[in-house]
């Protein structure tokens, strides 16, 4: 299991392909201007890590309620999404899904491992997306390379309990909310040219969504781990 902060996570964008122009930073604020003006603008990702609390359970639940497989693929497909099937690869699968999604994708290396695991996952279905990664000795070195740099100590597979990662990109002009666990990519709202995924509205529709879920219902402040990919200075 990964920790969400921006040493582990530039550390393994950059191993697997993505460009070193790149760089993950933290965000200690999403309504402060002076706490976010150390982030380069525009934001390409959010990665954020969430607790699973009751409130945000039931709502995944019942938006995911009655929906089959995800059966995107191909060229035309808005948003390159993974279901996750290997334990403790949250964290690097929303670093995937952050790095080969939207304007990111525009810094992945030719020749490298990211780049072909973009290319080969295009045109697969969900099932064999996912086995094409289980079976990636390349994203498998990466996510060891990098799982002990921090301090979390790993636990078990958590299933639909604990923490999870999500990652929040935009493409083709609309929020996408990214994560390996639910049913597929899921389209938030629309932005703007010149609105991002930090931007207020992406905030509204996305991390800022999940909180008010958890303060409506009346739960302890939910307490989580948010870094923005952007350009380095």
């Given at each position: 299991m990964l920790e969400n902060n921006p040493e582990v996570m530039t550390r393994l964008a950059t191993k697997l392909g993505l460009s070193p122009e790149?760089?993950?930073?933290?965000?200690?604020?999403l309504d402060e201007p002076e706490l976010l003006a150390h982030i380069p603008r525009p934001v390409l990702a959010l990665l954020v890590i969430i607790p699973l609390t009751p409130a945000w359970d039931r709502d995944r639940q019942a938006e995911d309620a009655g929906k089959g497989d995800y059966t995107g693929s191909g060229p035309g497909e808005p948003v390159i999404w993974f279901k996750q099937t290997i334990g403790h690869a949250c964290g690097s699968i929303g670093l995937l899904h952050s790095a080969i999604n939207g304007p990111a994708a525009d810094f992945i290396q030719p020749g490298s491992d990211l780049a072909a695991l973009r290319s080969r996952a295009i045109p697969l279905q969900m099932a064999e997306r996912a086995?094409?990664?289980y079976n990636s000795v390349p994203f498998e070195l990466a996510h060891k390379s990098v799982e002990e740099v921090g301090d979390t100590v790993a636990l078990p597979p958590a299933g639909n309990t604990g923490q999870h990662f999500v990652a929040f990109v935009k493409a083709e002009g609309k929020l996408?909310?990214?994560?390996?666990?639910?049913?597929?990519?899921?389209?938030?709202?629309?932005?703007?040219?010149?609105?991002?995924?930090?931007?207020?509205?992406?905030?509204?529709?996305?991390?800022?969504?999940?909180?008010?879920?958890?303060?409506?219902?009346?739960?302890?402040?939910?307490?989580?781990?948010?870094?923005?990919?952007?350009?380095?200075?």
């Amino acid at each position: 299991m990964l920790e969400n902060n921006p040493e582990v996570m530039t550390r393994l964008a950059t191993k697997l392909g993505l460009s070193p122009e790149l760089q993950f930073y933290d965000v200690y604020s999403l309504d402060e201007p002076e706490l976010l003006a150390h982030i380069p603008r525009p934001v390409l990702a959010l990665l954020v890590i969430i607790p699973l609390t009751p409130a945000w359970d039931r709502d995944r639940q019942a938006e995911d309620a009655g929906k089959g497989d995800y059966t995107g693929s191909g060229p035309g497909e808005p948003v390159i999404w993974f279901k996750q099937t290997i334990g403790h690869a949250c964290g690097s699968i929303g670093l995937l899904h952050s790095a080969i999604n939207g304007p990111a994708a525009d810094f992945i290396q030719p020749g490298s491992d990211l780049a072909a695991l973009r290319s080969r996952a295009i045109p697969l279905q969900m099932a064999e997306r996912a086995d094409m990664l289980y079976n990636s000795v390349p994203f498998e070195l990466a996510h060891k390379s990098v799982e002990e740099v921090g301090d979390t100590v790993a636990l078990p597979p958590a299933g639909n309990t604990g923490q999870h990662f999500v990652a929040f990109v935009k493409a083709e002009g609309k929020l996408w909310e990214l994560e390996g666990s639910r049913k597929g990519p899921l389209e938030r709202g629309s932005l703007t040219d010149d609105e991002d995924v930090l931007s207020p509205r992406a905030l509204e529709m996305g991390i800022e969504r999940i909180i008010k879920l958890v303060s409506d219902a009346g739960e302890e402040d939910m307490r989580f781990s948010c870094i923005a990919l952007a350009r380095q200075t």
